[in-house]
């Protein structure tokens, strides 16, 4: 008889000994591979399902010519028809495919795939979705707003795709003014943000647009298998992604404890955004207590996120266990969100700058609890900074400064 539930967990390897610890033949198999499940047969023994959506070097089949239905190009008088609106419930499937058109089955979320997920989600309330219909009936435009519990006051525009024979019109803009005057008038959001992908700066020019302030650098946040049709398609490298803020509503001051290093940069963006700040540099030790952390592998993206729940004198030691972990399994790159709020994140941040984490930026709202300072560290490659292609001003000082924070960077780029 076989219990899967009573599999050993996977505490840790001691890089001390690399004794082999129980449960680690399991925790390498579960993250090998997409879906890791355990199961008892009974009489008919023990079964071990192991799925892998394979990716890298494989693309899926071209498409035959008449694979799909040909549709007339848009005329002058669909365009003057045209009207933006939420999604209705019939529409999903036209989205899917729109985010099809756009990027084929590379997209960093499968969600846009399956209509039902995308109507589901809408009826929730967790995607706001808004769509440009021509006078034809054509979904030619669609950009959503995106909620998560984790942040509460904000909403991050994505899903945005445009037909490739309807580009040039201004759609992007319509659709995302639609849902910016819903975060605003409907939801009272504080704030929304966009990830704005930096393998060409097309969507930086025509979704940006002057609106928002670049605030954050998340580097090799996507893999480098993700397509742009119509735009580019081949990728020399895992993706950066510029995160760009929009401030929607007033607040009140607030005390943010930042590394003293970073405190001008900080103090700079927070007076773009126009939200009056007070930025304390006291370095304040960690408790003597056990630090509780959590870290979230993304198997779609190949990276992780690391939650510090609690820091406490045993931060560094547990840090570097965690990203040996990381290491072994060739996740190439982890992000750390801290609290802006939290009098102890100016030592938690130099803490984990000794385990190879750099800052890359802050975004207001960006955690549960307040606001966040981003860091990163680069586990299994490199960024390629001059590869990173961004089209206004404010996000070149932006990589400007973070690429002198990366560790990698400095060492290899002689002063």
């Known amino acids: 008889p076989f219990d899967p539930e009573l599999l050993p967990d996977f505490t840790g390897v001691d890089p001390d000994t690399l004794d082999t610890p ?15 499940q355990a199961h008892n047969l009974g009489g008919r023994g023990k079964e071990i399902r192991l799925l892998k959506r394979l990716r890298g070097s494989w693309q899926p089949l071209a498409e035959q010519p008449d694979f799909r239905h040909t549709t007339a190009l848009p005329s002058a008088e669909d365009f003057a028809a045209l009207q933006v ?23 960093m979320s499968d969600v846009p795939y399956y209509p039902d997920r995308l109507r589901r989600l809408q009826a929730e309330g967790q995607l706001h979705s808004f769509v440009a219909v021509l006078g034809n009936g054509m979904v030619a435009s669609h950009v959503a707003l995106l909620r998560s519990p984790d942040m509460p006051t904000l909403a991050e525009i994505g899903l945005a795709a445009t037909r490739q024979e309807a580009r040039g019109h201004g759609l992007a803009e319509k659709v995302g003014m639609a849902a910016l005057q819903v975060a605003v008038e409907q939801l009272g959001l504080a704030g929304v943000y966009v990830n704005f992908t930096t393998a060409h700066t097309a969507s930086q020019r025509v979704k940006r ?33 510029l995160l760009v803020f929009q401030t ?3 607040r009140a001051p607030v005390t943010l404890y930042v590394p003293e290093a970073h405190r001008d940069f900080i103090a700079d963006i927070y007076e773009r955004c126009e939200l009056p700040a007070e930025l304390d540099i006291t370095v304040t030790p960690l408790p003597e207590a056990p630090s509780e952390m959590e870290m ?96 206004e001003k404010d996000s070149r000082a932006l990589l400007d400064y973070v690429r002198w924070q990366d560790p990698h960077y400095q060492t290899a780029t002689p002063h």
């Open 22 to 36: 129980p449960g680690l033949g399991q925790y390498l198999a579960a993250r090998l591979v997409d879906v890791f």
């Open 85 to 107: 609106r939420p999604m209705q419930p019939a529409e999903a499937v036209e989205v899917s495919r729109l985010i099809y058109d756009a990027y084929r089955y590379t997209y």
């Open 209 to 241: 647009n002057g609106l928002g302030i670049a605030v954050g650098l998340l580097p090799a946040r996507s893999p480098e298998t993700v397509e742009f049709k119509g735009i580019t398609d081949q990728v020399p490298q895992r993706i950066s992604t």
């Open 248 to 250: 929607l509503a007033e």
């Open 296 to 391: 979230v592998v993304a198997r779609e993206r190949n990276l992780a996120h690391l939650s510090v729940r609690v820091a406490g004198h045993d931060l560094l030691a547990q840090v570097k266990e965690r990203l040996f972990g990381l290491r072994l399994n060739k996740t190439p790159v982890v992000f750390c969100f801290l609290n802006l709020f939290d009098p102890h994140t100016p030592t938690v941040a130099a803490t984990l700058q000794q385990a190879g984490f750099f800052f890359t930026g802050v975004l207001p709202g960006g955690m549960r609890e307040g606001d966040a300072l981003l860091m990163a560290c680069l586990l299994g490659c490199a960024v390629d900074y001059d590869r990173i292609e961004l089209s």
